[in-house]
Each structure stands twice: as C-alpha cells, then as structure tokens.
C-alpha cells in the first residue's frame, strides 16, 4: 500500500484544491490510507445521551393519506395517535387524513386532509378553477432525477407551484395540529423545544429526497437549521420493522391460519417465534412506493441489522388508481379525459373517490359486480364534448368488463377490478421472487405485511401464493398505522438499528501516484516532475456494505493555498460495487462536501483537516477538525442540485 498520496478534486478549481499532504513528512502512514479506514467510537460515545424532550411526535407524510401519533419520554411505552379527524369517507376507516393540500388563489394555504377536499369540492366550477389543489405530490420527490430547491409541481388547474412551499405547508399543518393538542392536554401552551420530531421516507428514496424533506422541515419551523438534531428522518419499513417486533399475539393476523394468532397466550410478543438471530422481511406497501427491508433481530436487548440494502420501487396503490384512469381514457378518450380534469378539477377529485372505495371492496373470491358512481359533470360534459352519451360510448368502447347500469353507474366486473391490480401486484411479487434468491436473504422466519396497501385481499393472495408457506406471513392488525408507531419508537430511541447497509458506493475523486502497466496512460498527469493519475475514486463506502451506526470514514484533506476560507469537495456515487475512475459509467456526481475553514489559521505550514463522515445513520453526516489546533470546522454535504 502507498503510504505517498495527493488528494485533488476532480475538475482542479484552483480555490477548492484538496491536498492532503503527503503521509509520510506526518509521520503517519495511516493518515490517507487508499482503503477507507472506518472507526468506530468509543462505547461511552455511543451510549444515547439523555434528550431533553418531553414527547417525541412522528409525521407519517405520505403519498395519499398523512397523519401523527406521539408519545412522552417518562411513559414510551404509550403511544397516541391523533384526534379523529371531521370529514371520512365511506368505506375507509382510519385516523389518518387524505395528503391533499389546498391553496387559495392568491397562493396562500387554505386547508389540509379531508377540510381541503370537501371545500374544493364544494365550490362553484368557475371559482374552482383559480383555487390551487394538489394530492398525491409526494411521489414528485422520487421521480424527480435532479431534485432541487426549485422543484415545481402541477396542481389540478394546471398550475404551477413550488414543491418546497407545499411540503412545508403540508408539514407547519402537522406541528400546528400536534401542538394544539399537546397544549390541549397539558392544559397550557406547549413548546416547540419540547418535541423531538420525526418524518418517514420510503428507504429507498435518495439522499435529495431525505434532505428535501429536512429543507421543507425548516422551512415550515418545525425546527431550526441551528439544531438539526431536533429532526430525525425515519425509514418507514425501519420504523414499521421496530414496530413489528414488538407485536402481542393478538394484535395481529397470521395469513397461514388466517385468524387472530391463537394458541398462545396473547401478552407474549410475537416472540414466540421472534429470538436471536431470527431474519425476517418488512414489506411496506404504500400509496406511491413499494418498500423491502430484511432485519435480524439480535438480542437480548433486540437491536436490529439490516441484512441486505433497501429496496423496492414506485409499486403503491395509486399505480391501480393510473390503470383505471387508462380504463378511462380506452372508453371515454384521452383527449375528453384532459379537458374535463382541467375544466371540472372538483368533479375528477369526486369520481377518483367514487372509484377509491370500490377499490377496496376488490378480493380473490367477489362474484357480484361493483359499481362506481359517475358525476352527474362527467355524464354532462360529455355530452357537451362528444355529442353523444356516457352510454353509448360504453356500448360502442371494446371494453367488455364494464357496463352501464340502468342506475347511471359504471358496473365493473371483479375480473375487470383485479386487472386494474395486477400490474402493480405483478410488480411486487416480481420484486419479492428477486430479492428472495439473494444469498443474503434465506431463512427467513417471518414475513410483515405493513402500509395501507397491505389491506388488499389481492395483494394477501398473491404474496401467499409467491411465498408457498416458506415464511410466516403476519399482517398487524392497525396495518395503517404501523410505521407511524414504529417511528415514534425509533424517535424514542433511535439507536436500536446497529447496523445497515449503504444503498450506493460513495467517494470521491483523487490523485494517486502513477504506477506503469496498472493505470491508463490516459489518466498521466505530469507535476513538478511527479506523475499523477488523475480521476481515481477513492472509495469511502461500498454498496450493501455492513456499516456500523456511529462507524466513521476518516480522510484528511489541506487547503491548495493558505488564505482559502472554503475546500469544496465533489461526492460521487455509483450502484456499482468497485469504481475504478470517476468517469467510470454508472459514476455521477451526487453532492459537494464544503469544509468551511474560515477563522481558523492555523500557525502549521500545512493545514490538515480531518473529515469524519458517518453513514450508519439514515442520513450522512459529515464532521471535520483542524488537526494542528484540535478545533473543530464546520462541515456539511449538501445532495440537492443547485
């Protein structure tokens, strides 16, 4: 191994040059080691300091419905959900509220949940369509391949509005709501500073997403920039997997037997089965995304490791809600479906509803039709549009599975609803067959269903037929508001996963001695008379590494030239495992590493400055020292395009 090596950022700004200087005039031959050195803290370290909060309030933002629960530090083993909300729908029970937001035309919130949707719904065509309304954004943070501050999303109208604004609209709703009711039940107004808080992401969102949702935090004052350790960004199938190992027999359904767990006495956890060692996969089925997570248990004090990286994709239950949409456009046209939901927004939102509780009445076994009411605007404005009716265009469309009842609704037949499903189902169950044949992922004892879509008969069905009995598939019985309580637990104690599993290789890019016959020629860089190879990456983690929580990546890094105030440094990453060169394929630049080394001259003829960067955690965290007076400088990486 040399011990001899220069660090220079890829594109050599000349105010950003990163040089450590060579190891050995340190002394140290492990100061810029080529391999990542990783070290893990002292155990005292590690112990989890006492917060000083008094509650702890989780945020399950999610692609259709949202909500919170809570609990307080001196009793965590009491979690509350939220007040009932005004406004359900029928044939959906649950303490969450739709994710729909509503702006009024001068740009300002209006309302939020169930309040939103009945008042757009409620107001005049012509006056609904200056009104901002939006449902199911969520998903824009993870479709969206640059990410950035400036990111837009499309309300019903049509209209444009920063994704930031709403997120953190959606997000200053959810802290104004859970204040007031914690100041309810305190009986005086209760403070900020008080609550730790928590907001789920899909784990297999990118690093832009998670630091999105930081930025909205900010931006809508659930805490400040000052202490961003107020915040802590949850994993949803981490927080539903915490969860889930804490289940009592009788607060869950075992689909093998399909009844509530019998046989045992029901205050055991599902610890009967649950001891060291056991592996078992969190399937977390959303509105936008499909989450897997695999977790052994390690007792006895039952902390958790991940076994293979998250992973997944955008396989929610909306996916049925675009398939009926094209079932729509297949009969009605797709040239009247754009116009009405421009021209009638409220009327589209109605007939989505209409169509959502039917598509919870979907099941293996349903032999009678369902029936889906349209608007009285949709059977209206077709005739406007077309000339002729809703009926005829039934009769004269190729579809056979649908029908127009004599009481002016859409009559599906079950067949044609579980179409709708299958290609979203499809894609799960394609998912779970693959991630079941990774070596990483054999013995595995149990198997959660969790997240809302998780209710689906066809889904239960479908994951019982791909599994053919080789784990136990459990369902819990609140499979709504699973993840919520699992994040308020791991907000409780956010030390309980030990260890995960980067979902990418991350480095960065560096000069290293040229070695004849090992680098290309391409890469030569002649200086002072030593040759370089430019464009190294040097890794600091691979992908599906096990890193440790609090395990740090150490390197050093020196300013090009004494009086610089910042060394900015690229981060690169890659889904590939060995990375050569920067400019291998699959390699991008996914984020900048700032050192702000301003106010701390340093008396040394060479500056060193040693960066600490943590990716145990679910997000990365970087620290830094000035090595010659042991002070520290202020660190950051930042992941959203600028």
Same mark, same amino acid.
């Given at each position: ?33 080529? *391999? ?38 001196? #009793? ?20 969450? =509220? ?62 444009? &509005? ?13 802290? #104004?709501?859970? +204040? ?20 789920? &992401? ?12 930081? #930025?909205?935090?900010? /931006? ?14 949850? +994993? ?28 045992? %006495? ?8 649950? =001891? ?40 929610? *239950? ?70 002729? %009716?809703?009926?005829?265009? +039934? ?89 919520? /309580? ?15 599993? *980067? ?22 860089? &002649? ?52 990375? %050569? ?15 702000? &080394? ?9 500056? #060193? ?22 002070? %520290? ?10």
């Amino acid at each position: 191994m040399m011990t001899e090596k220069e660090l220079v950022i890829d594109d050599v700004i000349t105010d950003a040059m990163a040089t450590p200087s060579p190891a050995k005039s340190m002394g140290d031959p492990g100061i810029t080691p080529l *391999s990542p050195t990783h070290v893990l803290k002292d155990s005292e370290e590690n112990e989890p300091t006492r917060h000083p909060y008094v509650v702890v309030v989780a945020i399950d933002f999610g692609t259709t419905s949202s909500g919170y629960a809570y609990a307080f530090t001196k #009793e965590p083993e009491c979690i509350h959900t939220m007040r009932r909300w005004e406004g359900g729908d029928p044939g959906v029970s649950n303490q969450k =509220t739709p994710t729909t937001i509503l702006l009024s035309p001068d740009r300002k919130f209006h309302s939020f949940g169930y309040a939103a949707r009945d008042f757009y719904h409620d107001l005049d065509p012509t006056e609904s369509k200056q009104w901002l309304y939006l449902e199911k954004f969520k998903m824009k943070l993870h479709t969206t391949a640059n990410l950035s501050i400036d990111t837009d999303l499309h309300a019903a109208n049509g209209k444009k &509005v920063k994704a930031l604004d709403i997120f953190a609209y959606a997000l200053a709703f959810f802290k #104004e709501q859970a +204040l007031k009711e914690l100041s309810d039940q305190a009986g005086a107004d209760f403070d900020n500073a008080d609550v730790r808080w928590v907001i789920t &992401v899909p784990a297999i969102w990118k690093m832009p997403a998670k630091q999105f949702m930081r #930025e909205a935090s900010y /931006k809508a004052g659930l805490v400040s920039r000052d202490n961003p350790d107020q915040l802590i960004i949850a +994993l949803e199938p981490e927080a539903a997997s915490i969860y889930c190992r804490k289940l009592r027999l009788h607060q869950m359904v075992d689909l093998g037997s399909k009844t509530a767990l019998n046989g045992y %006495s029901p205050t055991e956890n599902v610890g009967v089965g649950m =001891t060291q060692g056991d592996r078992y996969v969190v399937v977390d089925c959303g509105g936008g995304t499909v989450d897997l997570t695999v977790h052994q248990i390690r007792m006895p004090e039952g902390h958790l490791k991940e076994l293979y990286k998250a992973s997944g994709g955008p396989y929610g *239950s909306i996916g049925i809600d675009y398939e009926f949409e094209k079932l729509l456009c297949k009969i009605f046209g797709q040239d009247f479906l754009d116009q009405f939901k421009i021209k009638r927004p409220a009327a589209w939102v109605d007939l989505m509803i209409a169509f959502e509780s039917r598509k919870r009445a979907a099941a293996p076994d349903r032999s009678n039709p369902l029936n889906i009411n349209l608007p009285f605007s949709f059977i209206d404005y077709y005739k406007k549009f077309r000339g002729h %009716s809703v009926e005829h265009a +039934l009769r004269k469309s190729n579809v056979d599975f649908v029908k127009w009842s004599s009481q002016g609704m859409l009559r599906m037949t079950p067949d044609a609803m579980n179409a709708l499903f299958k290609p979203t189902i499809d894609h799960i169950i394609q998912h779970l067959t693959e991630l079941f044949e990774k070596p990483e992922v054999t013995d595995i004892k149990f198997l959660f269903l969790v997240g809302g879509f998780a209710e689906s008969p066809l889904l239960q069905q479908a994951v019982q037929n791909m599994l053919q009995g080789r784990s136990r598939i459990i369902i819990p019985h609140d499979v709504g508001l699973t993840i919520l /309580k699992g994040a308020v637990l791991f907000g409780l104690d956010p030390s309980i996963i030990k260890v995960r599993r *980067s979902p990418l290789t991350y480095g960065v890019g560096v000069l290293n001695r040229f070695i004849e016959g090992k680098h290309p020629p391409e890469k030569m860089l &002649v200086k002072e008379g030593t040759c370089w190879c430019t464009d190294v990456f040097d890794t600091f983690i691979s992908t599906d590494q096990s890193v440790a929580l609090g395990e740090t990546v150490k390197r050093s890094y020196t300013p090009a030239k004494p009086s610089q105030q910042v060394i900015v440094i690229h981060v690169y990453c890659s889904e590939k495992e060995s990375v %050569s060169f920067i400019t291998d394929p699959g390699v991008r630049k996914c984020g900048t590493l700032k050192l702000d &080394v301003s106010g701390t001259e340093s008396p040394a003829a060479r500056r #060193e400055i040693q960066t600490l960067m943590q990716f145990g955690d679910t997000e990365i965290r970087a620290m830094a020292v000035d090595v010659a007076t042991s002070r %520290s400088v202020k660190a950051s990486i930042d992941f959203l395009s600028q």
